[in-house]
Every structure is written in C-alpha cells, then in structure tokens.
C-alpha cells in the first residue's frame, strides 16, 4: 500500500509482512539451527543408520555424509532449505565440528545462511548383523541338482548351482538378499542360511517361477519365543540338469 515503508529500514518499494521486509526479517529471524547435542549412530559393519527405533540405509558407507547431516537442521516454518554445503571445522576420533553453507528461500527471495553443528558418531551393531555374527537364522535354502540319477560330479554341480544362485539373487529385492546370513558348500550342493523367513520363501518362489526349480518346504520346531512355538523352515529347491543335445552331423555325411 502506497505510503507504507519497512520500520527497520524504511524502504518502501518492497513488500512487507508485519510491517519488516523480506532482507530486513531474514536479518531477524533464525533460519536454521542445530540441535544442541547431535548423534548419529551407525552399525560398522553394515552402515545401517540408527533412526528412532528402526535401522535404516544399510549398504551405507560408515562415514558421515550429508545424507547424516543434513536432515538434523531445523528449518524456520516460513524458510525452505534448497542445498546445504558441509565443511568439517574439526574432528576427534568420534565428534566433528562443521559447517554448513545453505542456500534458503525465506518470503519470495532466495538467499545464503550458514550453520554451526557438532555431529558424535556411536557405533551400534544393528540387529541383522549381531544375528548373521551369531550364525542366527530361521530359514535354510538347499540348493540341489535335480531327483534324477546324475554322474555330475560335486565340484560341477556346485559351480552349477553357484551360477544359477547368482542369477537368481540378480531378480531379487535388496532386503531379500540381505537376508542371507552366510552359505556352505557341500558335496550335494549347497546350504544358504536365512535371517528372514519370509525372504528365503520369496527368493525360493523366482527360482520356481523363473528357473523351473521344484521346491518343497518343511518345517522343525527349533523353540519357543513369547509363549509361542517358532520353527525353522527348510526350502529344499531342485535344478535338473541341463539336457545336452548332441550337434547335427555336418551336411552329407554317411
């Protein structure tokens, strides 16, 4: 409105709220903070990071990154981060001090904002890996050549199952395969140890569905949890041999 003119610094070509233009209140407000005391736990076997209750980005690399950084800045209600640039001030064997060069659009305008932060690094081991150290699992995955008599011998037939495990691995989601506590190689073929149920039975389910594999399913009671039994499933998955046909005798011949 014409006559109106910014109390701070009495401009009146810019738009005003409250009275303050948008340079003058930027001036006056906190943008953005850190908390006081910044943690980040990470698992440093996996990378997984602890967040609230649940373990989160495992395959994660065990230094902080930005993607630690910079959810923890507190962001002004009317401000909206666009970027942040970190650069380390100092660092201990487990607290880094740093800084943060932001850019921040604050009332129609964007502009630059720096800030302080103090990052501790705990190392936890996260549940997945304190199990797969601990040879936990509740699901077994045998890898099998198939029922018919063979003259395969093992180390063949291991090679074989190991190529198509491979592939088989290659369909499968990221949590499935991290599933995999550990493998062993054995004369019949092979033994891949499972954390999670449910995962062996969908990776069990492509090599049906995509590898022809037959698969049958049992279960041990291994416990009791909670008042509950709990059981320990073995997928038993078989791959016949490939048929090899002989080649066409060339053109002409007897």
Excluded at 122 to 130: I, K, V
Excluded at 170 to 192: F, K, N, Y
Aim: proline letters at 6%; hydrophobic letters at 40%; one cysteine or more.
């Amino acid at each position: 409105m014409k006559g109106e003119f910014c109390v701070v610094c009495g401009a009146t070509d810019r738009p005003l709220t409250e009275g303050v233009c948008a340079e003058c209140a930027a001036g006056r407000t906190e943008l953005l903070s850190a908390p006081a005391r910044a943690v980040v736990v990470i698992c440093p076997t996996c990378g997984a990071r602890k967040i609230g209750a649940r373990w989160e980005r495992s395959g994660s690399s065990p230094l902080l990154t930005a993607h630690d950084l910079t959810p923890l800045v507190r962001v002004h209600p009317e401000a909206g981060l666009r970027s942040v640039h970190w650069e380390e001030l100092s660092s201990t064997a487990t607290v880094r001090e740093l800084l943060g060069t932001a850019r921040v659009r604050f009332r129609g305008a964007e502009r630059e904002a720096r800030i302080a932060m103090s990052v501790r690094t705990e190392h936890q081991t996260c549940p997945d890996c304190s199990r797969k150290s601990g040879r936990f699992y509740t699901a077994v995955v045998q890898l099998r050549g198939g029922a018919e008599r063979s003259n395969e011998k093992p180390p063949a037939l291991r090679a074989r199952l190991e190529n198509v495990w491979s592939e088989i691995l290659a369909d499968a989601r990221t949590d499935w395969r991290r599933a995999v506590s550990w493998q062993e190689g054995l004369p019949e073929g092979w033994d891949v140890f499972f954390t999670n149920t449910l995962a062996a039975r969908s990776i069990a389910r492509i090599a049906k569905q995509k590898f022809g594999a037959s698969v049958k399913e049992s279960a041990s009671l291994f416990g009791r949890k909670h008042g509950q039994e709990v059981y320990r499933v073995t997928f038993c998955l078989r791959f016949p041999r490939p048929s090899v046909v002989p080649p066409l005798p060339p053109t002409g011949a007897a």
